[in-house]
């Protein structure tokens, strides 16, 4: 995995570059002002920033002038995880942060937002437009009797209403949850009925793939099943009336009303994010204001560099935390890009075209759709213009290798490209970009700042150049103060803290190398371990679809009672593809030249296709569940799972194996 010399990168960032990133004048500044590393770049200012968290911390929000309305009187008055008590005493308000750029009279006629829908045409929302439409609406949430701590949620798709709806619930000291419309009525209600909304923003329906999708009758169900609810917005997307009993979108609005933010104490709850929850009820995950807005300002501004001048764009919806990441550059001044609409409409290439048009700066992606593009023979270098782009990211999975080298020589050679790693559990990253290093091929740049990133084995001792647990030993701001309905705190602490106590273990499978990068492997709950070597699912998925036969792959490892392994490989072809001996055998050949002998499948089986979560990851772990022989009702959560129907099968194979 690594090697007593550092590979050669694939990209290294010139010095023109280095001396122009924010992080740079960051660590100057910091080692004037707070001690922090004058020399030895990066590596030093990352040593620096675990060693003296408070310090480091306290540097993040004086760098971004974070405007506390009544001030800290210590950076961290608790270290412990769960419970480390951040900025103790500070009041403050995320929105009234997020809307600061229409303060400044030159910048209040440029665009906060761009919307793009699948016409792929820009429609601009100026930056005193937005801080307009969110006094309005935050007024007229308090005359609903909104008051600090009631939940509101929105049904709605990527589109500036739903920036406003969430500003606005953020300046009253609300709690704003959402859900993107293409998730079915029980879905939502699994999660909404949890926290109680007392607002709900809706849609009539959405676009997506060319087609109008009404979502009226889904509408009407949530209506009846919320009985929380005090009042319904309608936001008329495909143009249809509001329906009795609710409120037009277009009257909240309309005010010329100046924006009131609630200074709210700095661990007050911001949003509330759900994870895939693919065993009983989607995990509530409720983080603060003070938390994510300290967080995502060292993300968005060191992290990816972003500022004023920067366009921002990532392909998300609203039921994924990348949105909330999203929304978030508009801390630092970014004109944020917003696509509602299918990722491949009406072409693979639909997303470069959208970075073209509005001129993006950062354009982030899945690695899935790299690998879509790549396999799709798309050309964007050569069809787009992309000048503006200066970084790619990728998160979802990790980025393989040869989704490295496919942007590398088809966007740009100078580019930089981030492959990222974090989780919905702190709407963050733990290790991803850094603008002043090298990127290696397969591999993330380096652990995130004020994150103390370690692979450990199975007693707790770090590793380097070997496959551990992910773990992260010192709090960050952004993780969850704690998960709704979950009084005592035990569902927070057995999801993270229960194999290493006092560590925050995420439940991935990575290596840090001898050079500072990362290796993401996959999930280690789902990691293949057999005769003693594990490997991460994600290398055998990489591997498998360089073959153009096959579109998608899901590979799982079966310790079974007799001490045997079981490990099957699930195929979904490509159009025209046969899974006939020859296939099978080229499969077989390649994980056992390019991976292991050890890892080569036991069995091939051809399935219509792969079960995924909500967010678009691949289920392993119910399906390792289903196939042990755990009932289908037991082993997942229908509300989490893009498909039910695809998994009967396996409940079945399951069934069949224990018979046999």
């Not at 992080?23 to 004058?38: K, L, V």
Request: glycine share 8%; aromatic share 10%; with cysteine.
């Amino acid at each position: 995995m690594t090697s007593a010399s550092t590979p050669q990168p694939l990209w290294s960032p010139g010095p023109d570059r280095i001396a122009a990133a924010r992080i740079t004048a960051f660590q100057a500044w910091a080692a004037e002002r707070f001690g922090a590393p004058a020399a030895g770049g990066y590596p030093a200012l990352h040593r620096w920033s675990v060693d003296e968290l408070d310090t480091f911390w306290q540097a993040v929000a004086e760098w971004f002038d974070v405007r506390f309305t009544t001030p800290y009187e210590s950076v961290l008055a608790d270290r412990a995880m769960p419970g480390a008590r951040w900025f103790t005493g500070a009041t403050l308000n995320y929105a009234e942060h997020a809307l600061r750029a229409a303060e400044d009279p030159a910048r209040a006629d440029e665009a906060a937002l761009l919307h793009v829908d699948e016409t792929h045409e820009a429609v601009p929302v100026t930056w005193a437009e937005l801080r307009r439409q969110v006094g309005a609406l935050s007024a007229e949430l308090r005359a609903l009797g909104v008051r600090p701590g009631d939940r509101v949620s929105g049904y709605l798709p990527n589109i500036p209403e739903a920036v406003t709806a969430l500003l606005a619930t953020a300046a009253v000291g609300a709690v704003w949850t959402s859900c993107a419309p293409d998730f079915g009525a029980r879905s939502v209600l699994d999660r909404f009925q949890q926290v109680e909304p007392v607002v709900l923003f809706t849609v009539d329906g959405y676009r997506y793939g060319g087609k109008e999708h009404d979502r009226r009758d889904t509408v009407d169900e949530l209506r009846a099943e919320l009985p929380s609810l005090r009042a319904v917005v309608h936001i008329p997307l495909l143009g249809t009336d509001a329906p009795e009993g609710t409120l037009a979108w277009s009257e909240l609005t309309a005010a010329a009303t100046e924006p009131v933010f609630e200074a709210v104490p700095f661990d007050h709850p911001l949003w509330v994010l759900y994870s895939s929850g693919t065993t009983g009820l989607p995990k509530a995950i409720v983080q603060s204001q003070g938390g994510i807005l300290l967080e995502h300002l060292k993300q968005l501004g060191l992290h990816c560099d972003l500022g004023p001048e920067d366009r921002f764009f990532w392909y998300t919806s609203t039921g994924w935390m990348m949105w909330n990441f999203l929304v978030s550059g508009l801390l630092t001044g970014t004109t944020v890009v917003l696509y509602d609409g299918s990722p491949g409409y009406p072409d693979t290439g639909a997303q470069w075209r959208i970075a073209e048009r509005t001129k993006a700066t950062l354009y982030g992606t899945s690695a899935a759709y790299v690998m879509a593009c790549r396999k799709a023979e798309v050309h964007p270098g050569r069809d787009f213009d992309l000048s503006s782009v200066k970084c790619v990211a990728t998160t979802g999975s990790p980025l393989p290798p040869d989704g490295f080298r496919w942007l590398h020589e088809e966007v740009a050679e100078d580019l930089w490209i981030a492959s990222v790693s974090g989780g919905t559990d702190v709407c963050s990253c733990f290790a991803g970009a850094v603008p002043t290093l090298p990127v290696h091929i397969g591999e993330l740049q380096a652990a995130c700042l004020g994150t103390d990133l370690q692979a450990w084995d199975p007693s707790g001792k770090p590793l380097v150049g070997e496959v551990g647990e992910l773990v992260v030993t010192n709090p960050m701001p952004s993780m969850p103060i704690h998960f709704w309905n979950d009084p005592d705190g035990s569902r927070y602490r057995d999801s993270y803290f229960e194999m290493f106590p006092g560590a925050w273990r995420h439940g991935d499978w990575i290596t840090i190398t001898d050079h500072g990068s990362v290796v993401i492997h996959g999930r280690s709950d789902s990691t293949l371990n057999r005769q003693g070597v594990r490997m991460g699912s994600a290398d055998i998925y990489e591997a498998v679809e360089r073959l153009p036969e096959i579109k998608e792959s899901l590979v799982i490892g079966l310790e079974e009672p007799n001490g045997g392994y079981w490990m099957p490989l699930f195929v979904h072809l490509a159009p025209g593809a046969t899974l006939d001996d020859d296939l099978r055998a080229r499969v077989k050949t390649t994980i056992r030249e390019q991976l292991s002998p050890r890892h080569v499948p036991d069995e091939i089986i051809e399935v219509p296709a792969i079960p995924h979560t909500l967010t678009g990851k691949r289920i392993e772990v119910p399906v390792k569940r289903l196939l042990q022989g755990t009932p289908l009702a037991k082993a997942v959560n229908a509300g989490s799972v893009d498909n039910i129907d695809l998994l009967p099968f396996y409940e079945e194979l399951g069934r069949t194996r224990a018979q046999g």
